[in-house]
C-alpha cells in the first residue's frame, strides 16, 4: 500500500518561497491534494488535483506533480501560513485514503 | 455554505465504546460520500472510514475492523461513528470529512467538521 514521505519541518523566512515534497514510488500517476492545518483547528484544504486551488485559498499556494515527487509551492510566505501540511492520496488497491505523515513549516 | 457540526468531547474508560455524530447542513447530504478522520496528541491524520449517505454502506480501514461501526439518520443528515473496545490509544480527534472526487479517479476531502476529542482514560 502507499506510504507517502515528507519532511518533518521546513523553515523559511517571510517573503521567501517554500517548497514541502511528497515522495513515493510513482506517485506522478496519481493525483495529490495538499491540506493545511493550524494548531487547535481543523485541516483546510489548500490543493487538490495536484495543481487546483479551492475557492479562498490565495494565488501564492500551487502545486505540482511528477515522477516520485509532489511538491506544495507557498510564494512570498507570511507568517500566516506557519502551519503542519498534509498530501493525501486515493490508494485504489486497497481503497485506503493514505495521509503523509505531515510536515511543519516554520516561518523564521 | 458547507458545515459540518459534530458533537462535544467524551471521556470513556478503557474497553468502553464512544459514539460521536455528525450533522451536515448546506448540501444534499445523500449527494456525497462522509469520512472519518482521526488525529492523535501530536501525530499526524489517520483515515478510518467512510460511509454513503445514501444507501448507508461503508467501508473502513483494515486496522479499525470489527471495531469500528458507522451509521447515518437521513431524517437529520447526520452521520454516527461508534468505535469500541476503546484503549489508551484511542485518545485522539476526531473528524468527519466531506469527500469529493476529482481527476484521475482520485479523492479529496473539501470540508471537515470542527473535531470531537476523545479522550480514553482510567
Known amino acids: 500500500s502507499y506510504v507517502l514521505t515528507q519532511p518533518p519541518s521546513v523553515s523559511v523566512a517571510p517573503g521567501q518561497t517554500a517548497r514541502i515534497t511528497c515522495g513515493e514510488n510513482?506517485?506522478?500517476?496519481?493525483?495529490v491534494h495538499w491540506y493545511q492545518q493550524k494548531p487547535g483547528q481543523a485541516p483546510v484544504l489548500v490543493v487538490y488535483d495536484d495543481s487546483d486551488r479551492p475557492s479562498g485559498i490565495p494565488e501564492r499556494f500551487s502545486g505540482s506533480n511528477s515522477g516520485n515527487t509532489a511538491t506544495l509551492t507557498i510564494s512570498r510566505v507570511e507568517a500566516g501560513d506557519e502551519a503542519d501540511y498534509y498530501c493525501q492520496v486515493w490508494d485504489s488497491s486497497s481503497d485506503h485514503r493514505v495521509f503523509g505523515g505531515g510536515t511543519k513549516l516554520t516561518v523564521l | 455554505q458547507v458545515q459540518l457540526v459534530q458533537s462535544g468531547a467524551e471521556v470513556k474508560k478503557p474497553g468502553a465504546s464512544v459514539k460521536v455524530s455528525c450533522e451536515a447542513s448546506?448540501?444534499?447530504?445523500?449527494?456525497?460520500?462522509l469520512h472519518w478522520v482521526r488525529q492523535a496528541p501530536g501525530q499526524g491524520l489517520e483515515w478510518m472510514g467512510v460511509?454513503?449517505?445514501?444507501?448507508?454502506?461503508?467501508s473502513f480501514a483494515q486496522k479499525f475492523q470489527g471495531r469500528i461501526t458507522m451509521t447515518r439518520d437521513t431524517s437529520t443528515s447526520t452521520v454516527y461513528m461508534e468505535l469500541s473496545s476503546l484503549r489508551s490509544e484511542d485518545t485522539a480527534v476526531y473528524y468527519c470529512?466531506?469527500?469529493?472526487?476529482?481527476?484521475?479517479?482520485?479523492?479529496?476531502?473539501?470540508?471537515w467538521g470542527q473535531g470531537t476529542l476523545v479522550t480514553v482514560s482510567s
Open positions: 510513482n506517485i506522478g500517476s496519481k493525483s
Open positions: 470529512a466531506r469527500g469529493r472526487w476529482g481527476k484521475r479517479n482520485s479523492y479529496y476531502f473539501d470540508y
Open positions: 460511509i454513503n449517505p445514501s444507501a448507508g454502506s461503508t
Open positions: 448546506g448540501y444534499t447530504f445523500t449527494s456525497q460520500y
